[in-house]
């Protein structure tokens, strides 16, 4: 994930001292797996479920 958009976000949020937190999400390290598209999405946490999933969780945290 490194590099990518996220670490401009990240970069705009801290120049401009924003008050919010940022959830990077992107394909990590690859392992050589292989599968169909919704396979593979669901395996980076990137399908539509997992990102739900992940929206979800990060609304409800309180340790912010």
Sequence with gaps: INGAVGSL???V?????????V???????????VGSRE???DKQGLS???ITRRVV????????
């Excluded at 949020?13 to 937190?21: F, G, I």
């Excluded at 959830?23 to 797996?33: E, H, M, N, Y």
């Design 48 to 50: 539509a479920e997992s």
């Design 9 to 11: 976000v990240c970069e």
């Design 57 to 64: 969780l990060e609304i409800n945290r309180r340790d912010y």
């Design 23 to 33: 959830v990077r999400l992107g394909v990590g390290d690859l392992d050589g797996s």
């Design 13 to 21: 949020v801290a120049q401009n001292r924003l008050a919010c937190r």
């Design 39 to 41: 396979y593979l999405l």
